[in-house]
Every structure is written in structure tokens, then in C-alpha cells.
């Protein structure tokens, strides 16, 4: 084999994101002799980005002084905020916790912000790569991060290569920044390289899914945004709604849950359809149409599981380190924020020592100090977790304890040793009809003969084990329909379990990753400019 291209960089930043974007952008302006490239594994820079999301603006003022003066696509100004307890048919309007009054934030498309921020990283020199995937990371060797390779283009599902393919580059550079978001594949694998979590706990997560729906006039509030937990998640699953008001008579909503939920028969894109049926919510998408929809995991283990974020020749930042503030349901100015004393620390020293404890000690971690005991208190049932909250707010987090996260995977009960709540779920009349309809809106593309990017390591134990004591949770948890169990007819007539992967559904939310009982799912890259193409969420 002929020896692979390389390329060579002071600074590699994996992942278009906010934070390695502002880290990117932030280092020029510092010091503009750095040389510096971003590798995005979308096939367009925001494709891969998905978000509520209301921005507090402080860090992108920071940053970019001017950008109010020529903003984001998506750029519209909070406005009323709304907070409920829901119950099936009636809410109850509540305070607004501190992290969720909104005033003078913005309401944006995480997508549209990050292909607005690649030109800017570009005019000052930035050279930024889409539709790359970042495979793995290279070493040196005494174990020194020395960069990344790009994954290899071109190989079809049995290994062999097809006619156009292209072996990937290997970027080299003197500090790797990886910000590719929660549960980033490189970075699982640095964490257990490096045992950068040997001193904190398990990292928790949450799934979010989000549509965005073009509805009839009259009927949007630009600015407002509306908050909700209750129904339809059951006392023991962390649950919640959010729907914020664009303009051009656009909604954009979502539901989050947190994937420390118990019951193995619980479904999040079915409790997001079911919410979206509230009467607080119906009424405004009957007769709308969707524009686009995905889903994305996110970081909520908070204070308590950051890992250590730096190791020999690379640095972690954004919802890849865990920064995501689960009260305020806001991370992109901690992404920001991140990325910026990342670019300040490489300014000063192209060298990752010492950046864990300037990130500790800075305000990023001030504010996940505050709120660190909000989020597990919740594991304990709705109505403690509500009273804790109301507590840690009330003592701006001066607890003298930490409560403990433990892994997502460990959490779910097998059948027959719970009793399964009771759904209380209603009949549905909106769209999409079934995950697969969700899918198109993410409008997501592979070449299907290419290796399948979600091993099991021991299917056997899908058909055994997991089936026995879980029912096979990954066909209920997984919001595109990727995991069925079917059955294949034998020469004698028989059947025979087996777990299909239908992979060219995937949207790289890394629910299956995080979830999985058994830990035997692992999400690696596909050919780079696979996935979804989501537009404005």
C-alpha cells in the first residue's frame, strides 16, 4: 500500500461546532501566524448540528463584537417565556426558574450559527474541510497525541475497494482540539486511553429530538419561547418540552429525555409525539407541515463528569468535555466560552499542559459548580428532583454535598422486575406517522455499500440475553428505526432471531452508544459527508 498523504498544522480542531469554530476563530485573532484547519464530518458545515437552541450572547460579543450588526440567519430576540407543569389535557403556568428567564438572549438555529461562523474562521485564514470524517487519532511513540486521520473514502461493505477510492489523509499538528460534540467517537476512545475519567463520574445524557414546522399565519409569536415538563414522562423519567416562536410563521420543538430513564419499554420520539398532541402544543402545528427534524444526544453529567480535558498533544472543549448547563438547557455560550480560553491557552504555548486547570478555574466551570446537583437529583423521582432544584436555585448551589451520577446503561430495569408505568398516551393524528417518516426530514444520505458504522460486538447476545431480560430496548430507544429484530426462514421452515442494522437510517444522535445494556453497541465514522443534512435546527 502506498504510504498515506499527510498534512501538517500547528492546530487541528475536530468538529465545526461552536466551540471548535470559536477556538479556531479566537486563535487567528490572537495570533495569526498560527496555522490552524477544522475537520467537519458533515457533508456542509451546521449539517450535523442540532440544537434548541436560545444562546445567551455575552461570549459571541466576546468573540465576534460586530455580529449583531449583520447576525445569523436565525437570529430572533427572546421575548415572553413561558414555564408548565403538564398534565394529559391541562397545564399549570409556573415561575420561571432563574437559568430559564430569557431576556436578552436570542433565539437561533445552531446549524445556521455554525455555517455563519465557517466563512468568518475562513477570512481570517482558518482552513476549514467539510465532509471529512475524523477516523482516529494518531500517537506518537510515547502515547503524544500528534494529530488525526481522516477516514478512508470509497470502501465498499465487505472491505474490498470500489472505484473511487481514496485513502484518507493523515492531518498532523503540534495540538489536536477536539470539540465533536457529546459522545464524540475519538474522544471515547481518548478517555480510556488516557483514563480521563479516572477521578470523576460517570458522564450522563440526555436525548433531544426537534422538529421544525413551517404553520399557517396568525398563529407565531416571534420571540416567544415556552417550556414544559410533566406529561407525557412518567414520575421516575426525566422529561421535557421546549417550543420557541421563529419568524416567517416558523416553530421550532423538541422534547428531551434523559437516558438514565428505567423502563425498557420507554420510547423518546414516541413521548416527543405524544407531547407535540398536548392542547398547549396541537393547535398550533394542525394544518403546518414539517421542514425538518433530527435528533442529538447531549451532555448533561454536568460538574461531576467532566473528565479531565487535557491529555499529551490534544484538549477537550464544548458538550464534547460535558459543559452543557442542564437547568438553563443552554450550552453554546459554555461551548464559546471553551473554545476561547482553549484559543487564549494555544496563543500563549502551542502545548495542552495546563489547560484542565484553566478551565476549572474559570467561569465555565463556576456556572456547572452552581447547578451540579439539579440534574441527579432527579433520579430519586419527579417531586424530589423538583424540591432539590428549588433548593440548589434558592442556595445558588453552596451545598456542602455532590450527588452522584452513575453510567445511563446501568440504569434500566429488566421486564418483570418493574411495573411499567402507566402511559396515559393518546391517539395521534399529527406528523410524522413512524420514525422512518421522521428520517426524511432529516434528509439523511449514505451510500448504503459501505461498512456499517454501528458494530455489536457479540450479536448473540441480542438474540439470547437481551432479548430475554430487556426485550431488546436499542428497536424502542433508537428515534430512526435503525435496530429490528426479524426473522429469517431456514431450509427446514424454520425461524431464526436475528438483529438487522439498518444503518443508512442513522443520525448520528449516539443514543445506542450510550444506552445499550450491555455496552456491545459502539458508533464509529462513516464515510465522511454521510448522515443527516438538517436544515435550520
Known amino acids: 500500500m502506498s504510504e498515506r498523504e499527510s498534512m501538517e498544522y500547528d492546530v487541528v480542531v475536530v468538529g465545526a461546532g461552536p466551540a471548535g469554530l470559536a477556538c479556531a476563530i479566537h486563535l487567528k485573532q490572537l495570533k495569526p501566524e498560527i496555522s490552524v484547519c477544522v475537520i467537519e464530518k458533515s457533508s456542509t458545515i451546521g449539517a450535523h448540528i442540532l440544537s434548541g437552541a436560545v444562546i445567551e450572547p455575552e461570549p459571541l460579543d466576546a468573540l465576534l ?18 414555564f408548565y407543569l403538564l ?21 437561533v438555529s445552531l446549524g445556521a450559527l455554525c455555517a455563519w461562523l465557517a466563512p468568518q474562521a475562513e477570512a481570517l485564514g482558518v482552513d476549514v474541510f467539510p465532509g471529512f470524517a475524523a477516523a482516529e487519532t494518531l500517537h506518537g511513540d510515547d502515547g503524544t497525541v500528534t494529530g488525526i486521520r481522516i477516514g478512508d473514502m470509497g470502501v465498499a461493505k465487505d472491505g474490498s475497494h470500489k472505484a473511487n477510492y481514496t485513502q484518507g489523509v493523515d492531518i498532523l499538528a503540534k495540538v489536536t ?18 483514563k480521563l475519567d479516572a477521578h470523576s463520574d460517570p458522564q450522563g445524557y440526555s436525548i433531544g429530538i426537534k422538529e421544525l414546522w413551517q404553520v399557517p399565519a396568525g398563529r407565531v409569536t416571534p420571540g416567544k419561547i415556552v417550556h414544559s415538563f410533566g406529561w407525557p414522562a412518567d414520575p421516575h423519567t426525566y422529561g421535557g418540552g421546549f417550543l420557541y416562536h421563529l419568524d416567517g410563521d416558523r416553530l421550532a420543538l423538541g422534547y428531551v429525555s434523559g437516558l438514565d430513564y428505567s423502563d425498557p ?34 451532555a448533561t ?27 438553563k438547557i443552554k450550552g453554546t455560550h459554555q461551548a464559546i466560552r471553551s473554545g476561547m480560553l482553549a484559543a487564549g491557552h494555544l496563543a500563549q504555548k502551542l502545548d495542552s499542559t495546563g489547560f484542565d486547570a484553566k478551565l476549572r478555574g474559570s467561569a465555565v ?55 411499567p408505568p402507566e402511559r396515559d398516551y393518546v391517539q395521534r393524528t399529527l406528523p410524522p406517522r413512524d420514525r422512518l417518516a421522521s428520517v426524511y426530514f432529516s434528509a ?36 430512526a428505526n435503525v435496530y429490528e429484530m426479524v426473522d429469517d426462514v431456514m431450509p427446514d421452515g424454520s425461524t431464526r432471531p436475528r438483529l438487522q442494522i439498518n444503518a443508512a437510517n442513522c443520525v448520528h444522535c449516539k443514543t445506542c452508544d450510550i444506552k445499550d445494556p450491555y455496552e456491545i453497541i459502539t458508533w464509529v465514522t462513516p464515510e465522511g459527508g454521510s448522515g443527516p443534512n438538517y436544515q435550520n435546527l
Open 65 to 82: 463584537p460586530g455580529w449583531r450588526d449583520s447576525p445569523p440567519p436565525i437570529c430572533i430576540p427572546a421575548g415572553d417565556d413561558e
Open 87 to 107: 398534565s394529559k389535557t391541562g397545564k399549570h403556568k409556573l415561575p420561571k426558574p432563574p437559568g430559564m428567564r430569557n431576556h436578552g438572549n436570542f433565539i
Open 177 to 194: 482540539v477536539v470539540a465533536e460534540g457529546a459522545r464524540g467517537s475519538l474522544t471515547k476512545v481518548l478517555v480510556q486511553r488516557f
Open 265 to 298: 419499554l420507554y420510547k423518546p420520539w414516541e413521548a416527543f409525539q405524544q407531547w407535540k398532541h398536548h392542547p398547549l402544543i396541537k393547535p398550533l402545528l394542525e394544518g403546518g407541515q414539517i421542514l425538518s427534524a433530527g435528533a442529538r444526544a447531549m
Open 301 to 327: 453529567g454536568g460538574y461531576q463528569s467532566m473528565p479531565k480535558v487535557e491529555m499529551p498533544g490534544a484538549l477537550l472543549i464544548g458538550d464534547t468535555a460535558g459543559l452543557l448547563n442542564v437547568p
Open 365 to 419: 466551570m463556576a456556572e456547572l459548580k452552581k447547578v451540579r446537583n439539579v440534574k441527579p437529583g432527579f433520579k430519586k423521582g419527579f417531586w424530589f428532583g423538583l424540591l432539590n432544584a428549588g433548593w440548589e436555585t434558592a442556595t445558588a448551589g453552596l451545598s456542602p454535598w455532590t450527588l452522584k451520577n452513575t453510567a445511563d446503561w446501568s440504569s434500566l430495569h429488566k421486564i418483570g422486575e418493574y411495573t
Open 444 to 479: 439523511t444520505e449514505y451510500d448504503e455499500d459501505q461498512p456499517v458504522h454501528l458494530v455489536v460486538s457479540d450479536p448473540s447476545i441480542c438474540v439470547t440475553r437481551c432479548k430475554e431480560e430487556y426485550d431488546n430496548p436499542c428497536t424502542r430507544f433508537c428515534p
